[in-house]
């Protein structure tokens, strides 16, 4: 009596499953590499401020000009460095931030066929459970007219 139903719409389901998988794996990469610049980031800042720090302490003391010309140097090439840095995180967050929406929607994608599975097979199931119903009527029926 009860028939095997099956969800028409199955392979494209499956896909969008795998879909959604790919997109978590390049949302996750983006993310790995934007806390990762961060990371390089917040290093260059810090050895920066050592630096200031260091400078700060052998001014008081007397700096020769070689040590000058030394602390200078390094200043301009950490700002450099934290300048570009600063330009990398901004790109990779912004990066991360559109992983994010195309997962989502990948994510949407996939429960939206996820629910019309649902709903299609709760209506198979009412649709079986009435017939069983009208099946049984039907017996008690012939019964009765026995």
Known sequence: MMQKHGFQLQQ???Y???VEKMRTLEFATAKHQFESATETLERHKAEN?????EYNNKQAVG???SELQMYADFFRRKTVDIQSQRVQVDSLGREMTERREVLMDAAKDKKALEL???KQTLAFRREQAEKEQAFLEELAIQKAAR
């Not at 401020?49 to 720090?53: E, F, G, P």
């Open 49 to 53: 401020d050592r630096a200031r720090v």
């Open 116 to 118: 019309l599975k649902e």
């Open 16 to 18: 969008r499953k795998e």
């Open 63 to 65: 700096v020769t000009a």
């Open 12 to 14: 494209v389901l499956n």
